[in-house]
């Protein structure tokens, strides 16, 4: 499995699954976006924030993960395909990105928020040796209702070295 940063020419297919309520998952917010929309924000991005897709080893994509800089920390967030759901792609991917953005970037912190309905997002987290933090109560409003959503983070002395991404040498 590989991360690979999405291109401009990669929008369509971004929109596409954006608008795809069957790929963002029962958990998460109804989402609609243009092309146009996408294409703008696309040239928005810059080393604070990016966006990968996860794919196979023969380039064929399954998911989406991301990261955006904040103040205190940096948050990720993913999403895979419902075909290749349950098969341990999320989780190496989270500890992929886990793995890229401690080895480059001067950060003490990574953060996940997830819908606390959503048990298979919390799995994949704690397998990448994310802690629970907290409820952020009725802070998202998804489908007709406002949910409640947990917030998980790992620091850098957690996590203590890559568990997937090779050590740079020296």
């Known amino acids: 499995m590989n991360l690979r940063v999405v291109e401009r020419e990669d929008v369509p297919l971004c929109a596409e699954w954006i608008n795809n309520p069957e790929i963002n998952g029962e958990h998460e917010p109804l989402l609609q976006a243009s092309k146009t929309e996408l294409e703008k924000w696309y040239g928005t991005l810059g080393p604070k924030e990016n966006l990968f897709f996860i794919e196979k080893k023969d380039g ?24 290749e759901r349950r098969k341990g792609y999320c989780t190496e991917a989270v500890k992929i990105m886990v793995d890229y953005l401690f080895l480059s970037k001067d950060i003490v912190r990574i953060q996940a ?9 919390q799995k994949v ?7 629970k933090e907290g409820t ?8 007709g209702k406002w949910i409640d959503m947990l917030v998980y983070s790992i ?16």
Request: hydrophobic letters at 35%.
């Open 60 to 83: 064929i994509k399954m998911g989406i993960i991301r990261h955006a800089a904040h103040g205190w920390g940096t948050v990720i967030g993913a999403t895979i395909i419902p075909s």
């Open 113 to 121: 928020r997830t819908n606390q309905q959503n048990m298979a997002s």
């Open 125 to 131: 987290l704690e397998k990448a040796g994310f802690k």
């Open 136 to 143: 952020m109560r009725k802070s998202n409003f998804s489908r």
């Open 155 to 170: 620091l850098r002395e957690e996590w203590k070295e890559p568990k997937i991404l090779t050590k740079p040498s020296s």
